[in-house]
């Protein structure tokens, strides 16, 4: 079964072979995060997505799904791209921040990645709970890769801030 490892550092900087974009549905690049993987990896990165947005998705990228681009200067190979939900919009987010990370290594295993690193996904601008996050997302990473058996050998989540940080390892520590 891969790994599920838990750091605090810096998502731009992953040795892994993709690393998932916490972006909005327009997919042409925002704050936090998005900022962050855009401006590391370079302008390949913001063609590509918008290719996607002028062929499989003329109207935006739905809350809940991914796409992978390239990551153009970045050390990762691809960048997957997906839309978490906006905390206050839903009366239960969960189900869409679980399809969040569900999608992500569908399409991680669909381009050939075997490492994939998550960003605490919609915790920032979007409002969620870090603590209540955390184990929606370890749940949904554990239960994708019992379903992917053997195509992923490991699952990083990568913190910016303390208190990410310990709710990731307290929910992984739960597990
Ligand atoms: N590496 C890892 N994590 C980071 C980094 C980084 N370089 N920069 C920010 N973060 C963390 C934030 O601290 C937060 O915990 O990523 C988490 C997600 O926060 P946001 O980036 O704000 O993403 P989200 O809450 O999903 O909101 C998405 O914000 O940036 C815009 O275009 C984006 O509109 C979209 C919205």
């Known amino acids: 079964m891969a790994e599920i490892t838990v750091h605090q550092g810096?998502?731009?900087?992953?040795?892994?072979?993709?690393?998932?974009?916490?972006?909005?549905?327009?997919?042409?690049?925002?704050?936090?995060?998005?900022g962050a993987i855009h401006r590391a990896g370079g302008p390949a990165i913001l063609a590509a997505c918008r290719r996607i947005?002028?062929?499989d998705?003329?109207?935006?990228?739905?809350?809940?799904?991914?796409?992978?681009?390239?990551?153009?200067d970045l050390p990762a190979r691809w960048v997957i791209h997906?839309?978490?939900p906006v905390y206050d919009h839903h009366d239960d987010p969960a189900p869409l921040l679980?399809?969040?990370?569900?999608?992500?290594?569908?399409?991680?295993?669909?381009?050939?990645?075997r490492t994939v690193a998550f960003p605490?996904?919609?915790?920032?601008v979007y409002g969620y709970p870090v603590d209540e996050a955390a184990p929606v997302a370890v749940a949904a990473v554990a239960d994708a890769l019992a379903e992917l058996a053997g195509r992923l050998d490991e699952v990083r989540f990568?913190?910016?801030?303390?208190?990410?940080?310990?709710?990731w390892r307290?929910?992984?520590?739960?597990r």
Do not use: K
């Open 10 to 34: 810096d998502l731009t900087r992953q040795r892994v072979d993709a690393v998932v974009n916490a972006a909005n549905s327009s997919l042409l690049g925002g704050g936090g995060v998005d």
């Open 53 to 55: 947005r002028s062929t």
């Open 57 to 72: 998705w003329p109207e935006g990228l739905p809350t809940g799904r991914a796409v992978a681009t390239t990551a153009g």
């Open 82 to 84: 997906t839309v978490g």
């Open 98 to 113: 679980r399809s969040c990370h569900v999608e992500s290594l569908r399409v991680a295993v669909e381009v050939g990645a």
């Open 120 to 124: 605490a996904i919609s915790c920032g």
């Open 158 to 167: 990568v913190l910016f801030d303390d208190a990410s940080h310990r709710a």
């Open 170 to 174: 307290a929910a992984l520590d739960r």
